[in-house]
């Protein structure tokens, strides 16, 4: 699986949008970009994933650009809730897939009043 | 539907002493993971099972066995606790064959080896 690079911390301002960027160079064309967060310890939690087109669910927004080498996760409205450690992941997608997860140090997003 | 539980919370064990983590999920998922999260470090796979009756080794196997019991369940043995294993235990499981295979994870198991 490829390896990611995240930004140690960042803080957003409760209400405006928090954008989480990812790097993932060595991304291969069977790879999916995944996006997990955890909350104060608690058990990672799924958010979104996309392979090379914006997704777009009821938690987040997903771009990833043309090259597929970078991508960015947008909070559109970030609340004090929303304060977690966020996790940029790629692996493999489909029947292939033996489903494992490999965890990076992720991003501390903070959410401040 | 409880998703993914796991016994106990919490564990303090004293160096040498050994026990078991015992996880369950209810969603009929075929793959379960056994992964480990030290202070302000991301989380480490341990052991997988990609399917009932398989098992294999993670990241950081060492110190650790695993048992598929059945379809539902899927635990975590440390024979011999060490101080370097005090962590907190994660359990997740997700579908295998195609699919998103996101995974669903447990609350954790808060362990301490003195």
């Given at each position: 699986?490829?390896?990611t690079t995240q930004p140690t911390s960042m803080d957003c301002a409760?209400?405006?949008a928090a954008n989480?960027?990812?790097n993932h160079s060595t991304i291969s064309g069977n790879e999916y970009v995944y996006w997990y967060r955890q909350i104060h310890s608690q058990g990672p939690q799924y958010i979104i994933h996309g392979l090379k087109n914006n997704e777009t669910n009821e938690m987040a927004s997903l771009i990833i650009t043309e090259d597929r080498k970078s991508s960015t996760l947008i909070l559109p409205h970030a609340t004090l809730r929303d304060t977690a450690v966020y996790y940029c992941i790629v692996r493999v997608y489909g029947s292939s897939n033996t489903g494992k997860l490999i965890f990076g140090q992720g991003t501390t997003l903070q959410v401040k009043p | 539907n409880a998703g993914v539980?796991?016994?106990p919370k919490?564990?303090?064990l004293k160096t040498g002493q050994s026990m078991t983590l015992q996880c369950a999920q209810d969603m009929n998922?075929?793959?379960m993971y056994w992964y480990r999260q030290d202070p302000g470090m991301g989380l480490r796979l341990i052991y997988y099972s990609a399917s009932e009756g398989t098992t294999d080794k993670g990241e950081v196997p060492n110190g650790y066995n695993v048992s598929r019991l059945n379809k539902r369940e899927f635990s975590l043995r440390l024979e011999s606790a060490a101080p370097s294993q005090t962590s907190v235990y994660f359990c997740a499981s997700s579908w295998t064959s195609g699919g998103a295979n996101q995974g669903?994870?447990?609350p954790g198991t808060r362990l301490t080896v003195l």
């Open positions: 699986d490829a390896k409760e209400g405006r989480l960027p990812c | 539980t796991q016994t919490f564990q303090v998922h075929n793959s669903f994870f447990g």
